[in-house]
């Protein structure tokens, strides 16, 4: 009995490319990494100002709230924005406005703990601002590469949300 079968994806037709291999993964691996690191440090770099004596620690949680607000307040404008917009322009903006803010940050540090909110508010903005947009690329990206598997989740193994 011959079986004939056909070949759907180019993962089935032995023309699988390795995502690895894609620039665009690559880039967008490099942004996640990118991002992923900058919204570590700031926490990380205001806490060793305290430990340098350069912001006290009713100003590192002031600091900290001001970015947590900047962050919430852009989310939501940020993701109407990337539906309406280019996602990849959203992305860049967001990322040079928190790119631009560092610098304000790492100045004001020990000179005014209101500038130092500001700018950590700014970098809670971009990096907000970046996440609507950036989640939407990653389906972008990906989707043309993977082929022939499905697009929807498969159910996790913890059972369905309720």
């Not at 967008?28 to 770099?45: E, H, R």
């Not at 610098?103 to 907000?128: D, H, K, N």
Request: hydrophobic share 50%.
């Amino acid at each position: 009995m011959s079986t004939s079968s056909t070949s759907s994806g180019p993962a089935e037709s032995g023309q699988a490319r390795s995502i690895l291999r894609e620039a665009r993964f690559i880039r967008l691996w490099l942004a996640t990494t990118a991002s992923g690191l900058a919204t570590w440090a700031l926490p990380f770099v205001l806490g060793l100002a305290v430990l340098a004596g350069e912001l006290s620690a009713a100003g590192l949680g002031f600091a900290l709230a001001a970015r947590t607000v900047g962050f919430l307040v852009a989310v939501p404008v940020s993701g109407v924005l990337a539906d309406r917009h280019s996602r990849r322009a959203a992305v860049l903006w967001a990322g040079l406005a928190a790119a631009a803010a560092a610098p304000a940050l790492a100045l004001s540090l020990g000179q005014s703990v209101v500038a130092t909110a500001a700018a950590a508010a700014v970098m809670g903005a971009g990096q907000g601002a970046c996440r609507p947009a950036f989640q939407a690329l990653v389906a972008e990206v990906v989707a043309p590469t993977v082929g022939s598997r499905p697009t929807r989740p498969s159910p996790s193994p913890c059972g369905s949300p309720p």
